[in-house]
Every structure is written in structure tokens, then in C-alpha cells.
């Protein structure tokens, strides 16, 4: 689990910062969301490999993926050019020439001396093509996605409501059965 210890993969951290820690020579591997991959550096990078976690041993199972989505709130009474509107929104802001222009690195954001884009995970496979010419990482993202059959899930109103209430027991589980504790 993420920088090798129990208490290191359960701690509340900045969002990059086990990125940094292996940037840093911390660790061998780290878990994370493909966005962490904007603190490391351009050796770092070229010399990554990938792979898709599986949230349960059952590996028959397709590969879950997180997601961000732009969807239109269908609320009642809305004018038909008010909804007109909100498409054209919606469909920009899902656009390949949006999503590329998101993508790119933006100065002094996070990185050092190093411009590195977001990494942010596209489903569109131009977004991939045009992204990997300029950033080859995006190529090896692709490959993850191409060969997870990867399914998007959501979770009911309810489903926050639940995670929270389970999830004092799951980091006991997980404690119980942590494979790389150090034991005195």
C-alpha cells in the first residue's frame, strides 16, 4: 500500500505528496490517482511503469475507474434556450480541444523547475493520441484503459453515507492483514 507502511498508505496528506516522497527515492512503488504523476521529474517519468490496482482479489472482474463527468441537472421548468445553453457548456467543456488545452502544464502550478501537465485520465482516444505526442506518458495511460475493459461506477446518495460508517473497520481489516509491517 502506497510508501510501504500502514500508517504512511491511512495518514491525511497533501493529494501529491506520497508523489513527492518517491520522486524523493521514498519507496519502490506508490499508489495513486494518475494526477500525482504531475510532481515527478522528466527522468522519473520516462523510466515509470503502470498498473492498474484491483479493488478486490476477484480478478475476473472488470477494472473500476474514477472519473470526473459533466452531466446536465435535468430540473424542471428550464426554457428550452436554457437548455440549449447548457449543452453547448457541457459539450465544450467534454471537447477534445478543451480537454487537451486543460491538460497541458500550466506555469508555476505545482511544479518545480519542471513543466509537467496534469496527467488527468481522458477517455477519448484523440485526447490520448494528440497528449502522447507532446508527453509519452499518456501513451502508457492509454495502454492501462485499452487493456482493463475499464467500467465507470457511481454510488447512490446513500453511498457516502456508507463508506463513512464502514470505514472504521476497513482500516482495521486492512491493519490486520498489512503484509509489509515491520514487526520489532
Known amino acids: 500500500m502506497e510508501m510501504s507502511s500502514y500508517e504512511n498508505s491511512t495518514k491525511k496528506t497533501a493529494s501529491y505528496q506520497h508523489g513527492k516522497w518517491f520522486e524523493e527515492g521514498h519507496g519502490r512503488a506508490f499508489v495513486g490517482f494518475t494526477e500525482s504523476l504531475v510532481v515527478l521529474s522528466h527522468a522519473t517519468l520516462e523510466n515509470i511503469a503502470f498498473k492498474v490496482m484491483p479493488f478486490s482479489d476477484n480478478t475476473e472482474r472488470n477494472t473500476l475507474f474514477y472519473a470526473d463527468i459533466v452531466g446536465v441537472y435535468p430540473k ?56 502522447g505526442r507532446e508527453y509519452p506518458i499518456y501513451n502508457k495511460m492509454k495502454m492501462i484503459v485499452e487493456n482493463s475493459s475499464p467500467v465507470l461506477f457511481t454510488l447512490n446518495a446513500q453511498g457516502k453515507t456508507w463508506i463513512n460508517k464502514i470505514h472504521p473497520d476497513l482500516l482495521s481489516a486492512i491493519r490486520n492483514d498489512f503484509s509489509c509491517e515491520i514487526l520489532p
Request: aromatic share 6%; charged share 25%; glycine share 4%.
Open 76 to 131: 424542471k421548468n428550464r426554457t428550452d434556450k436554457e437548455l440549449s445553453k447548457i449543452k453547448e457548456l457541457a459539450n465544450v467543456m467534454a471537447s477534445k480541444d478543451y480537454m487537451v488545452s486543460i491538460s497541458r502544464p500550466v506555469s508555476g502550478l505545482l511544479q518545480g523547475s519542471e513543466s509537467n501537465p496534469q496527467y488527468l485520465m481522458p477517455v477519448r482516444k484523440s485526447i490520448f493520441a494528440e497528449l
